[in-house]
Each structure stands twice: as C-alpha cells, then as structure tokens.
C-alpha cells in the first residue's frame, strides 16, 4: 500500500515536472516566435522606401439616425447652417513621399454658405511640400467663375496629415510602425499586455493575431498581420468604451512582386446608449489608381515648392510675410 502510494507520488512528479518544462519550453518558443516576428515587421517597415502615384479618398455617413446627423441636414434645408461635407465626401489626392519626406495634392469641391440663401462653390486645391525640416504649402483655391488668388504658407515640421500618404494605411498600425508596435511601443505610449492570441484566415491567408491595451486608455488593439505580405495587416481593429474602428487593407501584388493595398476600408462604429447596440456611423473608402510606382527614384526638388511671382507667403515659422518677387 505504501509503495503504491509513492509511486503515485512519483507519477504526479513526473507530470508536474513535464507541466513545467512545457510552460518554459513555450514561453522560449514563444520569445522566440516573438524575434522572428520583429525582424520580419521590420524588413516590412522598410521594403518600400518611394513612391508616387493617386487615390481616392471618400467617406460616408452612414448612419442616418445620428442626432447630429440630422439637425445638419434640417439646418442645410433651411439655410442656416453650413455642413463642411454633409453626408459624403470626396477628396482626389497625388502623393509623393521618398524616405520621410512628403508631397501631396488635395482636390475637393467645397460648398460654402455666404448667407442664409446664397451657397457658393470653391474648387479647393492644396499642394504641401515636406522637406524633411519644413513645410511649404500652396493654396490654389478657386470659387466658381472667379479666378485663381494664389497663396502661401512655411510651417516648421510635417504638418501633412499622414492619411494623405498611402503607407499610413497598409503600411502601419495607425501610423505607427509595425515593428514598434511589436515591441510595446506606440507613438509617445506604451502597448501593455501585447500578446500572439492566435491565428486567423483573412481573405483566405493565415494571420498571426497580436493584441494589446495603450497605456493609459480605454483602448484596445488587435493587428492581423500576415507573413505573406510580409507582415502588413489586412485587418486591425480597436476598440474603446464608446466605440469601435475596424479596417481593412485589400492587397495586390505589382509587377516586381511587391505586396501593397490598392483598396483600404475603415468603419467607425459606436454603442447606442442604454442598449449598448454597436452601430455603423461612418465609412472611409481609400482606393489606390493603377498609376502608383515606389522604390523608384524621385528628385529631392519634388519637395520644395517653388512659388508663383507676386504671391504673399505666411511664414509661422518666424510669423513675417513674405513677398515672392
């Protein structure tokens, strides 16, 4: 009876002892899984260094039930109210970008309200030039059957917003890089609790699945990430208290056998209170043109503007106006 029971001691050892050799065997695997996944984000993170080329931007408002939403729309019928895009919004963008410096073109059309009864229509147009150290921009706006007036701006910095380049979509994790984003880093925060939870089939390719909480915030992170596309993400996801944003990369693969995302989906949801319904409010559509190139060599001339004659430029640099000659 004795020897029975020790031997059955034994055995539970034995199990404890495996139980614990796989627990660390795993974490070791896991670590590094980890590495490899690193390395690869980080090779992904620098593959495409230029490019050039146009999309489109849209968003929609799609949930018509939104209090504000409507107070909009029955303001803009009375006139008394000017809504920036109303229930849609399309905007034409070119893009360059080589390393960290950018250039983009926005065009829109924008309805403006001048009174209660006269609505005016301006053809916006943008051009931003980032150098690495500053900014020009032109504006050459043009209300309809008026013409072109011609002005300018010099800010310190990038002020280009960062959904004007195609990389932010597919090429980041909300404009912070993949392999950062690995190792717990995100902008000036940190990613707590960051963890390979699985993986997942997305449009038919396996997806290792990382998620992680941003410090100091409601706000949760998960990434598909997906080895073929070396490590780029065809879905991420975050989720807060009162919301949810989901986006979608489609990607294609160009004729040098580069992975890009020619269309990008992003739905903003939020929770209807009370019954904490998740509800669609809004769509963002990105779509790449067929024209776009990278790894392709750019003139740094690309990046400065060179102004029109006569024009005033508003540099906030040092707050003087300038005059072009």
Not at 56 to 80: A, F, Q, R
Request: net charge neutral; proline share 3%; aromatic share 14%.
């Amino acid at each position: 009876m004795i020897s029975s029971r020790r031997n059955n001691y034994g055995i539970i050892i034995l199990l404890i002892v495996f139980i614990i050799i796989g627990q660390v065997y795993a974490e070791e695997n896991l670590s590094s899984d980890f590495d490899v996944f690193i390395k690869g984000t980080e090779f992904g993170d620098l593959i495409l260094s230029s490019g050039k080329g146009n999309l489109t931007y849209e968003w929609i408002h799609v949930d018509s039930t939104n209090i504000e939403n409507l107070v909009m729309n029955k303001n803009w019928k009375e006139g008394k109210l000017y809504p920036l895009y109303k229930n849609y919004k399309k905007v034409d963008i070119t893009f360059v970008f080589k390393g960290k410096k950018e250039r983009s073109e926005v065009r829109y059309i924008r309805y403006m309200l001048d009174s209660a009864t006269n609505k005016k229509i301006v053809h916006m147009n943008l051009i931003r030039a980032f150098n690495g150290e500053k900014t020009d921009a032109l504006y050459l706006h043009q209300e309809e059957n008026k013409i072109i007036k011609p002005q300018g701006e010099i800010f310190a910095g990038n002020v280009i917003p960062k959904v004007h380049n195609p990389l932010y979509y597919f090429n980041t994790v909300i404009g912070a890089p993949i392999s950062s984003f690995l190792q717990g880093n995100f902008f000036n925060s940190k990613i707590n609790n960051l963890q390979l939870i699985g993986e997942d089939m997305i449009d038919g390719l396996i997806c290792k699945v990382f998620s992680g909480i941003v410090a100091n915030s409601d706000s949760t992170i998960t990434v598909w990430l997906a080895p073929k596309y070396m490590y780029r993400p065809p879905k991420i996801k975050i989720e807060c208290n009162d919301g949810e944003m989901v986006q979608h990369n489609y990607f294609i693969q160009n004729h040098k056998g580069y992975w890009y995302s020619n269309q990008t989906i992003v739905e903003n949801y939020y929770f209807k209170e009370n019954t904490n319904e998740k509800i669609l409010n809004s769509r963002e559509i990105i779509t790449m043109h067929d024209d776009f190139e990278f790894n392709i060599e750019l003139s740094n001339d690309l990046f400065e503007i060179n102004y029109p004659r006569g024009i005033g430029i508003f540099d906030r640099r040092t707050y003087e106006k300038i005059l072009i000659k």
